[in-house]
C-alpha cells in the first residue's frame, strides 16, 4: 500500500515555470511506476508524463515532451514535475498517479492507476 501527496501548486505568470512534487509513503518500490497527469475545468484527466521506479525511465505524452520534465529523487522517494513556459491552458489540477502494488503497467493511462494523491492546483495569469 501506497500513498500519494502532491505539492507545489499555485499561481504563476504565462511563461514562467513551476516545479510539483508527489511525495510516496509506503514502498516506493512496490508500485512498477508513477505517472503525471493533469485535469482542467470541465475536461477529462489527461496524461502528462510517467517514470519507472526502478531505472528512472520516463516517458512523455506527444503534446507535454517539450515543456515538461519527470524526475525522480531516490533519496526522498518524490518525484518531480517540472513545467517550463507554462501558458494559460495549462492551468487545472495536477494529480499524480500508480497502479497497484506489484502490478506492471502502464502509467500512461489514468483509468489504469489505482493509487491516487490528493491532486494540487496550478492557475496562469497573463
Known amino acids: 500500500q501506497v500513498q500519494l501527496v502532491e505539492s507545489g501548486g499555485g499561481a504563476v505568470q504565462s511563461g514562467g515555470s513551476l516545479r510539483l512534487s508527489c511525495t510516496v509513503t509506503g514502498n516506493i518500490n512496490s508500485v512498477y511506476c508513477l505517472g503525471w497527469f493533469r485535469q482542467a475545468p470541465g475536461k477529462g484527466r489527461e496524461e502528462i508524463g510517467s517514470i519507472r521506479v526502478r531505472d528512472s525511465t520516463t516517458k512523455y505524452a506527444d503534446s507535454m515532451q517539450d515543456r515538461f520534465t519527470v524526475s525522480r529523487d531516490s533519496t526522498k522517494d518524490t518525484i518531480y514535475l517540472q513545467m517550463d513556459r507554462l501558458k494559460e491552458e495549462d492551468a487545472g489540477m495536477y494529480y499524480c498517479?500508480?497502479?497497484?502494488?506489484?502490478?506492471?503497467?502502464?502509467?500512461?493511462?489514468?483509468?489504469?492507476?489505482?493509487?491516487w494523491g490528493q491532486g494540487t492546483a496550478v492557475t496562469i495569469s497573463s
Open positions: 498517479g500508480a497502479p497497484n502494488a506489484g502490478t506492471v503497467a502502464s502509467c500512461r493511462i489514468y483509468y489504469g492507476m489505482t493509487y
